[in-house]
């Protein structure tokens, strides 16, 4: 969730003006005293999240809605997506060792009746697919999408939520 807040810091300074009554400019002052007190390493959004949660404006902060897409609407360069599917088949975890470094892996195939995609788990988020059955409805949200082998695959990566409807 913060993720999303973050991407819109609008909506961050919007909040900081109701609960605080500063004009634009007190705003934008005090996220960069925000900025300058962190020597610099926050961005503006992460300054005005850091005010925003100081003074109790996020209690009631509605994120942007996460816009669904359909599995057919896919391509190799698009982040933080949401699709909804059946599920089709998943395949176990299995453990992978590459250049020192270990992991897990498994993976399920969704449809929405627009087309059939791979799902890839990563590490901790392998287990998920233990729990699913043949026309289970999954909804996977902040995932990444990837080419391979010519093929359009959906990434459930650390910021990703996984959904069994």
Known sequence: MVSRILDD?????????????????????????????????????????????????????????????????????????????????????KEWEKNGRKGRIASFEISDGSATRRVVLWDEKADFVLGLNPADGVRVEHAYVKENNGLIEIHAGRRANLIKQ
């Open 9 to 93: 810091l609008d909506g961050l300074i919007s909040k900081i003006r109701e609960k605080s009554g500063w004009s634009e400019m007190e705003i934008s002052d005090k996220i960069s005293k925000k900025q300058e007190s962190y020597g610099g390493l926050l961005t503006r959004a992460a300054s005005a999240y850091a005010i925003a949660k100081e003074m109790g404006a996020l209690n009631d902060y509605q994120t942007p809605e996460l816009k669904q897409t359909k599995l057919s609407d896919l391509n190799a360069t698009m982040n933080d997506v949401a699709v909804d599917g059946k599920v089709m088949r998943a395949f176990l975890p």
